[in-house]
Nanobody, 127 residues
Framework: QVQLAESGGGLVQAGGSLKLSCVVS????????TGWFRQAPGKEREFVAA????????YYGDSVKGRFSISRDRSRNTVHLQMNSLKPEDTAVYYC????????????????????WGQGTQVTVSS
């Protein structure tokens, strides 16, 4: 199994930045991709970004393109989500997820395509 643990959430003003981290442990050799999703109160979980575990390929949701960046620290099996130019509508619980199935990185944006999830970290953007 793969375990994930997020950190880095908090309160930030609109226009500010935050960097989320997700430590991936367990059977990391089985991971094909990791992703970030978010869920605001009363809304469905929304795809944010995905990264191929082998490194390089990325995919972003339309609402965060140009503002968020996903990356991996190979030495620490950690995936980061750098969030810039934050808006109040970015407020949500952010979840890290891992997929052990070889989907095309440009088509791995639904919750059903991911097999393991972290507990989530709250991000609040004030106006």
């Amino acid at each position: 199994q793969v375990q994930l643990a997020e950190s880095g959430g908090g309160l930030v003003q609109a226009g500010g930045s935050l960097k989320l981290s997700c430590v991936v442990s367990g059977r990391t050799f089985s991971v094909y991709a990791t992703g970030w999703f978010r869920q605001a109160p009363g809304k469905e979980r929304e795809f944010v970004a995905a990264l191929s575990w082998s490194g390089g390929s990325t995919y972003y949701g339309d609402s965060v393109k140009g503002r968020f960046s996903i990356s991996r620290d190979r030495s620490r099996n950690t995936v980061h989500l750098q969030m810039n130019s934050l808006k109040p509508e970015d407020t949500a619980v952010y979840y890290c997820a891992a997929s052990v199935r070889p989907y095309n990185i440009l088509a791995i944006s639904t919750t059903k395509q991911y097999d393991s999830w972290g507990q989530g970290t709250q991000v609040t953007v004030s106006s």
